[in-house]
């Protein structure tokens, strides 16, 4: 199975194939496929006709949630800056680098933080903790491992974490002690521990 994956929210309902409109209510369920999960968004009518009953009873069903669907706004020019937390992370699971999942984990707690993200379920499978998040502005949802990171770890994880904010995913090179810098606006971890996290609720 994947560490992790992007699952975006879908513009029409993928039972009667009838585009979301804005703000329009729409249900999401989560099913494990073996080698990843998928998700499949549908609409207020089809969830009472056909999915409302018996849901949780289908083959490899996950989770389950209610979301109000947001028209996508026109893309803004792109601006020449630093990454930002979430589109780094956005990054990181686009390439599918096992070496940065402690960095794929940090940045997500973080944002969580921030309220940017949303813990929707969270299950252990083969002795992993999974975290499913969703983006609650675009409905997308991200699957993070999380690496068990020991407290020793966290100091080496955020100092990359502080140099992909400034450099992006570009090869990295060794990072010095005297190298403190947190990633900017967000909370050190230190000060507020991961295992302390508690899912945002909706």
């Known amino acids: ?22 703000k329009q209510a729409y249900h999401t369920l ?3 496929q073996a080698e990843h999960f998928s998700r499949m968004d549908v609409c207020s009518a089809c969830w009472q006709t056909q999915f409302s009953q018996g849901a949780t009873d289908r083959k490899g069903f996950v989770s389950y949630w209610q979301g109000t669907y947001q028209a996508p ?19 990181i699971i686009e390439s599918q680098d096992a070496k940065y999942a402690p ?29 499913i998040y969703e983006q609650p502005a675009t409905g997308d949802a991200f699957t993070i491992r999380d690496p068990n ?18 450099h992006g995913l570009t090869p990295m090179t060794e990072v010095m002690p005297s190298d403190t810098g947190q990633p900017e606006g967000l909370t050190p ?12 609720q909706n």
């Open 1 to 22: 199975m994947n560490e992790w994956n992007i699952q975006s929210r879908a513009h029409a309902c993928q039972a009667c194939q009838k585009p979301f409109i804005d």
């Open 30 to 32: 989560l099913f494990d």
């Open 73 to 91: 706004p026109p893309p803004p020019p792109e601006p020449i800056r630093k990454e930002n937390a979430e589109s780094l992370l956005r990054k």
């Open 103 to 131: 960095a794929a984990f940090i940045l997500a707690v973080m944002l969580e933080r921030k309220r940017l993200l949303k813990v929707k379920e969270q299950f252990v499978r083969e002795g992993e903790r999974i975290f």
């Open 149 to 166: 990171l020991q407290l020793n770890q966290l100091d080496t994880v955020q100092r990359e974490v502080a140099h992909l904010l400034e």
């Open 189 to 200: 971890l230190e000060e507020v521990p991961a295992d302390e996290a508690e899912p945002v």
